[in-house]
């Protein structure tokens, strides 16, 4: 070895490239000193973050641990609870978070999070206190319960929502307690994340019909309270429904290959069962057949859709337009004391949306593989290849969406047909996309924009009221693309309102003028349709006591081009009725 000199250069004049970078760093470092010191800036340690590891929740705790879960409304939560006791889990809902929750979430929370964040993790912080309360100690809080939601990658504060959950139940004393998370991306089967709540397709299929018949059983409960004859009526059958579909829920039993059939197929047993719970699925009748029963329970109940009422569309960020409580003003109920009937968003609307948004990423990065370009056109083995595992690709998502849409709509159908089928995805990229680009992520994307336009432009509402929180950057920035969209749509009437947990008084008061216009809008179309028809109201009731089956909120009612209105509907109704009786 030759001795180096402190220049770097070894004795016969060759440099040594080890002493060369060893002289750089040296001079790297002694500068990196001297600028501190000129700055007077201590030296600090560094720390990087890493992810805290949690104790795992396994299948041999199920027996003794409570899921807690919550973000819906009650509808949607009555019947999960079903289907994970039906499933062999202890489960709890956790109460509509309040005003005291979001108060409890800034508290232990970090400064600047957006209103789901706080709302949510303030209820879950408010509940175990309570439990507390009760008599159990912190350690067997957090040995006995763990909290279910679901987790995402942003690009907004939602992202951050795990992180947030367990800064906060630190702060607040439950430090260590557990936190699953059902990824949105995480495909059908995440039963490798935590053992104690398998994911598997029992889960998820249970799942998405507890979420389908709360989406169309609360569009019912919507739709017939402000034309119930008998105030509280709809609620107090809700309330049964609700009892009898969550008994369904947990007598429904995962369909299984037992006996000596299984043990005969040995290894082939799980890909048949895996077959024979689609069929299941697809061909069992057993929710339609109790969804008939709801409704025989709801077709008691006396309407009068001679009412004139406004029909308000419920859009905006996700939590924001689906929770019924103060996180959201109360909002909804706020509509129906003012005179409006509420037209809610369901959560299927949702899951289509995450389906197409996958089939267009599919489309858009077809022929890119690995960071690589389209093979040339000699290259056919290539080629084919990548043809083939797109069309593979695609015709799997066509088909789970083509299923999800049917067993949605088999609800549908099994309620009269009175709740709203699925809007097109395709329709609402189509309408969007001018205004609001389709492949942009985060929050509903293009949707907010695409569904004012399709329901104002469309004539299925007379207003539209977005509902999101205070500083959600993506409805924030389709609140800029709706300035175009109003601009462009001359007659529709669309208010955004950003929630908080304060600032009710203000946000129901701008409500109140937009509804006023739209109330003067139902009230001008009910109008000029006794005028076209040269009825009177007097008439349109003596009609109807002649008629009682109108009087039934399963009654069918046409809807025509133009018309909003459920009275100026039923009034055009009448009128048709009475010509055909005539001939």
């Given at each position: 070895m030759n001795a180096t000199v402190a220049d770097g250069r070894s004795r016969t004049g060759l440099i040594q490239i080890d002493s060369v970078e060893e002289l750089i760093r040296r001079q790297v470092e002694q500068e990196r000193v001297r600028l501190e010191q000129q700055a007077r800036l201590g030296r600090r340690q560094v720390h990087h973050f890493k992810r805290p590891v949690e104790r795992p929740f396994t299948k041999d705790q199920r027996p003794h641990t409570t899921l807690l879960f919550g973000g819906l409304t009650w509808k949607h939560e009555k019947l999960i609870h079903g289907v994970l006791e039906g499933l062999g889990y202890k489960a709890e809902a956790l109460p509509t978070p309040d005003v005291a929750a979001f108060q409890i979430g800034k508290e232990y929370g970090n400064n600047g999070q957006c209103n789901p964040t706080y709302f949510t993790v303030g209820n879950l912080v408010q509940y175990l206190q309570s439990l507390e309360e009760r008599g159990l100690s912190r350690q067997e809080i957090i040995d006995k319960y763990v909290f279910f939601t679901a987790g995402a990658c942003g690009p907004c504060r939602f992202g951050m929502y795990e992180a947030e959950y367990r800064l906060a139940l630190r702060n607040a004393g439950f430090d260590g307690f557990r936190v699953l998370l059902f990824q949105q991306s995480g495909g059908l089967n995440q039963a490798d994340v935590e053992q104690g709540l398998e994911m598997n397709l029992d889960f998820f299929l249970g799942i998405l019909n507890a979420l389908n018949c709360g989406d169309v059983l609360n569009d019912v409960a919507y739709q017939i309270r402000?034309?119930?004859?008998?105030?509280?009526?709809?609620?107090?059958?809700?309330?049964?429904v609700m009892d009898y579909m969550h008994d369904v829920f947990v007598e429904n039993r995962p369909w299984r290959l037992n006996g000596r059939l299984g043990a005969w197929l040995g290894g082939s047993k799980e890909t048949l069962e895996y077959a024979g719970k689609f069929l299941k699925q697809l061909a069992g009748d057993k929710i339609p057949r109790a969804l008939g029963h709801c409704r025989e329970m709801f077709d008691r109940i006396e309407v009068d859709r001679l009412r004139v009422k406004p029909i308000v569309k419920i859009t905006g960020e996700f939590w924001a337009q689906t929770t019924e409580g103060d996180g959201n003003f109360n909002m909804f109920r706020f509509l129906e004391r003012e005179g409006a009937q509420v037209l809610v968003e369901p959560v299927g609307t949702w899951i289509t949306y995450m389906i197409h948004q996958v089939v267009q990423k599919y489309r858009d990065h077809k022929g890119l593989e690995e960071g690589a370009v389209l093979p040339p056109w000699w290259q056919l083995g290539r080629r084919a290849r990548i043809e083939w595992n797109y069309r593979n690709r695609l015709a799997k998502l066509k088909l789970a969406e083509a299923i999800f849409r049917r067993e949605y709509h088999r609800l549908v159908r099994a309620l009269g047909d009175l709740p709203h089928h699925l809007t097109d995805q395709y329709e609402l990229q189509r309408l969007g996309h001018p205004y609001y680009n389709s492949r942009a992520g985060g929050g509903e994307g293009h949707l907010e924009v695409a569904k004012n336009i399709y329901y104002s432009n469309k004539g299925l509402a007379h207003m539209v009221l977005s509902l999101k929180p205070?500083?959600?950057?993506p409805s924030t920035q389709s609140d800029g693309a709706q300035a175009a969209v109003v601009a462009h749509y001359k007659d529709m009437i669309y208010l955004p309102i950003e929630t908080s947990g304060e600032g009710e008084i203000n946000a129901h008061s701008r409500v109140q003028m937009a509804l006023g216009e739209a109330k003067v809008r139902a009230k001008r179309e009910f109008?000029?349709?006794?005028?076209?028809?040269?009825?009177?109201?007097?008439?349109?009731?003596?009609?109807?006591?002649?008629?009682?089956?109108?009087?039934r909120p399963f009654y069918r009612l046409p809807q025509r081009s133009g018309v909003v209105g459920v009275a100026a509907n039923m009034v055009y109704h009448i009128a048709d009725l009475r010509a055909r009786r005539r001939h």
């Open positions: 402000p034309y119930e004859v008998r105030a509280g009526e709809t609620d107090r059958t809700l309330e049964q205070f500083g959600c950057m109008q000029e349709a006794l005028e076209a028809t040269g009825l009177t109201v007097e008439d349109c009731y003596a009609f109807v006591d002649e008629h009682p089956e109108l009087r």
